[in-house]
């Protein structure tokens, strides 16, 4: 039986939608360049019927693709051909807040903000917060180990993520983490996180809970070169500071803010940090102050403290206005995700120039400093032919550049099907061997999002990152997905 027919049979009609024009709704993530219309997509309202269509999916060898918002950026909830769409929308209820132990557990469909108004009353708020807040999904969150502005400080969602409650492939409930101090046994948690949807479907988390800090100050530090400004980075973080933001933006992303929200940016300089330090307000003067000093001393032209709250959230609409507003510079641009050790901030973006002449497409950067996370949103024109090929070559000599330089190819983003290829050039067979083996045990049919997140052996051999003797894989009995 097709399983179309064996959905409708144990759901609702409602939550089953196989027509081909609904289908399209569902068809990329935030990664709109690769597009895949599902087979059939289940909006399920109960884990009852969540544990039923993953027990289906596993016994008929379907493959199954769990999505939040879709709002990921590297293709990790873009559809199987022949499979199953899970949409994780109507889990969307706040189960239990906890102001005393600081906690919150919620269903995986919450936004990411949804948290934060939900416990503002209570004086206390959710501290990693991506740019896609408003929209975006705890489970997917978790799932993307996503990060934020406030994560140089705070943590990624990894370090904010107590207790997890997910569903395996074959319909059983697994818990992982705890809300006491640590959790004996593998830690299961931080492998749930950041599993790009491969290994289970979240299905309930307990996140930890901040006080908001009483004051929040931020400095707007412009400077003539760009390389002065990534040792700055550097510099404040070697002066013990810590600050709760630490963004850098480049001259193309400076004009291109400046002129769609009027934030007051320095529109001549070459590259801007915004550094927010937040606290006790004795504690963020007195770090201000040794912030301003070494901002100073590493050539900064000109250091602007926002002179009141409405400044201060001008200057941040600013920072957070930058992506749609460097869309309004060419028809199509492709945001990359990489990360790389602080210190070598200023090699790699001169080198990032230098790549932007030599396939001839701007690029712009907007980026989370502080954690040594890279934005470069490289701006193209994809009526053109090639211009996405080039692109995506671009991007893809992007990463390659952050691995060589000791960094990740992914910082908040994930793999997905992005950057399967960087996957090879930074784990050795040995590493894919360890994660085919963690995928096979959660998942031996291989029908969780298969085909994202780890690149098969064969990929890497054919890319060129991976030595194959006499034309004979390695590991060849292990499972390809
Ligand atoms: C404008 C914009 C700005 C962004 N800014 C940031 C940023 O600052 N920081 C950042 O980290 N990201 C950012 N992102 C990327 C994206 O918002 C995050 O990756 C986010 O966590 C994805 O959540 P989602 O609910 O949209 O997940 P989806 O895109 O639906 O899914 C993402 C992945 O999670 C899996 N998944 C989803 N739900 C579950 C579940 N319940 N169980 C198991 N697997 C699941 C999917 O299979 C897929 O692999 C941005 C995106 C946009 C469009």
Redesign the pocket.
Known sequence: MDIVESLRRVLPAEAVIADRESLRAYEC??LSAYRQVPHVVVLPDTAEQVQTILKLCHNLRVPV?????????SG??MPHGQGVLLS?ARFNRILRIDPLNRTATVQ?GVRNLAISEAVGSCGLYYAPD???QIA??V???V??N???VHCLKYGLTVHNVLRLKALTIDGEWLEAGSTALDAPGYDLLALLTGS??MLA??MEITVRLLPIPTYAQVALAAFADVEDACRAVAGIIAEGIVPAGLEMMDKLAIQAAEDFVHAGYPTDAEAMLLCELDGVPEEVAEQLARMREVLERHGAKEVRVAVDEEERKRFWAGRKAA?PAIGRLAPDYYCMDGTIPRKQLAFVLKRMAELSEKYGLPVANVFHAGDGNLHPLILYDANKPEELQKAERFGGDILELCVAVGGTVTG???V?VEKLNQMCVQFGTAELAQFYAVKEAFDPRGVL?PG?AVPTLARCAEYGAMHVHGGKLPFPDLPRF
């Open positions: 993530d935030g693709v769990a999505r939040g918002a879709g709002t990921g950026l990790g909830a994780l995986p991506p740019s896609s975006c999904t489970g997917g969150n799932a993307e996503s990060g934020g790009e949807g479907v979240i992506f908040e983003h994930g997905g999002n994202k």
